[in-house]
């Protein structure tokens, strides 16, 4: 006989939380949502951890190089999506990984032999004023000089007049050494009134610059995600059949962390996958989806570094429909956090969870985080912002944003929607659909950690960790969701009544 859950199977909107006493200590400057993303054994610090609960969905439409940057700037992490040619997902993780926060590869460069009338020239199709002199004119060849418009006058000097003879010399210039830090190298620009700090290895040679504009930039994300070369962290997906092929190239190329992308995970396939990750790198790996313990005990016993939490509750995601498999994103996540604390128990190594799909208002993030996530993942939330890779259109009066799901048609992803085996997409999981484009992301981050910091502190909890432990929850009833929106009132903006 099959076994049967007594219990339906919940969503978030069917919860709220309860404040708790909100202490003095409880402000929203002093929250912290640095929360782990890969395994850790008690009292020990996990190798790798983000400074907000946030990843971006492994989705054509959702997490390119782009986003990933946009998101590790914000303190977030993306997971560029495997459904591409390893090739250009590899590319793709390279892209962040050479993008340095702040330090850029010099793009005008000559060499003391080159005139004023090559300076100039350059400067015409570039655009840039400042021109790094190096001894084979290459962004990374030795550095003699630095040349900007204050070493020469237009009308006055001659255009052949050699570059030798009017640039600042090395001798003279003030440069960074290789390995500093961006809040070091604007202490030195600031001292030395600088624009533009040159940063150079033992040999002299130049390795990037630092300009006093970026720098500013710099400055707004405090919370940036940076490894310890201080470029920034990135993800990639990966599937159960070509890993073989796909892993090594996405090591090579930089990426920080795997997940195994699959719309169900508890699989064979997946305990084979990790297996082979753990055997041949050291790269930590997520796995998933699974939406109760015994997926969960399986995909951790295999090896994994963090586990995905959801089946059919993403907005695009059609699986529950279509086969019939699935649980709400709310109970699925209950049930997978009280095996991982069980887990914890037994073997001191905590595991952490993202619940992946579902979130639609921002309040859902707090929930999954109270419910025992370390952090969310999210497609249609990161969809509508400038930074996603889609097109952005108009539709009668409003823009909106691309965003399809990976089972679609449209993303043929053949990978993550069949189990593993050898048969093709039969049908499709995914709807190809439109968001209202929402602007950038930063500022509807903020405004989102906003809200879940102030909820935070009306249940007592200044971090993650605390508000697992201290939240209380409670479920709504059908009446009672009535009555959490306006209701009885005829709204302003539309003339609409409220419920
Ligand atoms: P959402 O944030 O609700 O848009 O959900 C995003 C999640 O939906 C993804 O992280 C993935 O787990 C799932 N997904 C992606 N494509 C599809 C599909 O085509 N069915 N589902």
């Given at each position: 006989m099959a076994k049967y859950y007594t219990e339906p199977s919940r969503t978030f909107s069917e919860y709220l939380l309860i404040p708790n006493l909100t202490r003095r200590e409880c402000t929203t400057e002093r929250v912290s949502l640095r929360t782990p993303i890969s395994k850790y054994g008690r009292g020990e610090q996990p190798r790798l951890s983000l400074n907000i609960p946030f990843s971006s969905a492994v989705m054509q439409s959702v997490s390119d190089n782009a986003m990933a940057v946009a998101l590790a700037r914000s303190g977030g992490i993306s997971f560029i999506f495997g459904s591409q040619p390893v090739a250009e997902q590899a590319s793709m993780v390279g892209k962040v990984k050479s993008f340095k926060a702040g330090f850029v590869a010099s793009r005008s460069n000559l060499t003391p032999d080159h005139t004023l009338a090559d300076v100039k020239a350059l400067k015409a199709s570039t655009g840039h004023s400042t021109v790094a002199i190096t001894d084979d004119g290459?962004?990374?060849?030795?550095?003699l000089g630095i040349v900007t418009?204050?070493?020469?006058r237009d009308s006055r000097d001659p255009s052949d007049k050699q570059i030798r003879e009017f640039m600042t010399p090395y001798a003279s210039l003030v440069c960074g050494r290789s390995g500093i830090s961006l809040p070091e190298a604007n202490d030195l620009i600031w001292e030395h009134k600088l624009n533009c700090l040159p940063i150079v290895d033992e040999t002299q040679r130049l390795e990037h610059l630092v300009f006093r504009k970026d720098y500013d930039a710099h400055k707004e994300y405090p919370l940036q995600l940076l490894d310890a070369n201080k470029s920034y962290v990135v993800g990639a997906g990966i599937n159960t059949r070509d890993y073989e092929e796909r892993v090594p190239a996405l090591v090579a190329a930089g990426a920080d962390i795997l997940v195994i992308d699959a719309s169900d995970g508890y699989s064979e396939w997946q305990r084979d996958t990790i297996e082979y990750v753990k055997a041949n790198f050291d790269i930590p790996i997520g796995a998933g989806n699974i939406v109760d313990r015994e997926g969960f005990r399986y995909l951790v016993d295999a090896g994994a570094d963090f586990v995905k939490v959801g089946i059919g509750?993403?907005?695009?995601?059609?699986t529950r429909e279509q086969k019939g498999i699935g649980r709400g994103q709310a109970s699925a996540l209950i049930e997978v956090a009280e095996e991982r604390d069980r887990y914890y128990q037994e073997t001191g190594i905590y595991v952490p969870l993202c619940s992946d799909g579902?979130?639609?208002?921002?309040?859902h993030i707090t929930l999954a985080l109270a419910m025992g996530a370390d952090f969310v993942m999210m497609g249609r939330y990161f969809a509508r912002?400038?930074?996603?890779p889609t097109r952005k259109l108009k539709v009668g009066n409003n823009f909106v944003k691309e965003f399809w799901g990976e089972g679609s048609n449209r993303a043929r992803n053949w990978q993550r929607y069949d189990s593993g085996g050898k048969e093709n997409l039969l049908f499709e999981e995914g709807v190809d659909s439109y968001v209202p484009y929402a602007g950038g992301l930063q500022e509807n981050l903020d405004k989102t950690l906003g809200k879940i910091k102030s909820t935070m502190c009306n249940c007592g909890a200044i971090s993650i960790p605390e508000l697992q432990r201290e939240a209380r929850i409670t479920l709504v009833s059908a009446t009672s969701l009535v009555e959490g929106?306006?209701?009885?009132v005829m709204i302003k903006d539309t003339g609409l009544s409220g419920d």
């Open positions: 290459s962004p990374r060849g030795k550095l418009s204050r070493d020469y509750g993403g907005s695009i995601c059609i579902g979130i639609v208002h921002d309040y912002f400038d930074e996603s929106g306006a209701h009885d």
